[in-house]
Nanobody, 124 residues
Framework: QRDLVESGGGLVQPGGSLRLSCVGSGLALDYYGIAWFRQVPGKAREAVSCISKSNRDTTMENREARFTISRDSAKNTVYLQMNSLQPEGTGIYSC??????????????????WGQGTQVTVSS
């Protein structure tokens, strides 16, 4: 079974940091473009950070100024480092994989595999 598994969410105070992890199960993430999406009630999922498949031209797109996406090939894991979180960062964060692995972030319908999501709550 091919799957993505997220972890690292939780409750954090405004100004705090979290690092989310996305692990591939049955998927070698180096061959996939990976995106992190955030969903809040009443709104569509939005991509916040994306990384293309692993090759010499790997690119990252971070749509939030304080977010950084990265890849650890040895651990088959993609991370989302979120710093200086604010209440508007609250939501369910999901990672998604795309077989084409191209540069940039795309709409949710572009992606082939999804994790279950992890809740991030930013509140004092």
């Amino acid at each position: 079974q091919r799957d993505l598994v997220e972890s690292g969410g939780g409750l954090v105070q405004p100004g705090g940091s979290l690092r989310l992890s996305c692990v591939g199960s049955g998927l070698a993430l180096d061959y996939y473009g990976i995106a992190w999406f955030r969903q809040v009630p009443g709104k569509a999922r939005e991509a916040v950070s994306c990384i293309s498949k692993s090759n010499r031209d790997t690119t990252m797109e971070n749509r939030e100024a304080r977010f950084t996406i990265s890849r650890d090939s040895a651990k088959n894991t993609v991370y989302l480092q979120m710093n200086s979180l604010q209440p508007e960062g609250t939501g369910i964060y999901s990672c998604a994989g795309d077989r084409k692995g191209e540069q940039g972030c795309y709409p949710a319908s572009w992606y082939d595999y999804w994790g279950q999501g992890t809740q991030v709550t930013v509140s004092s």
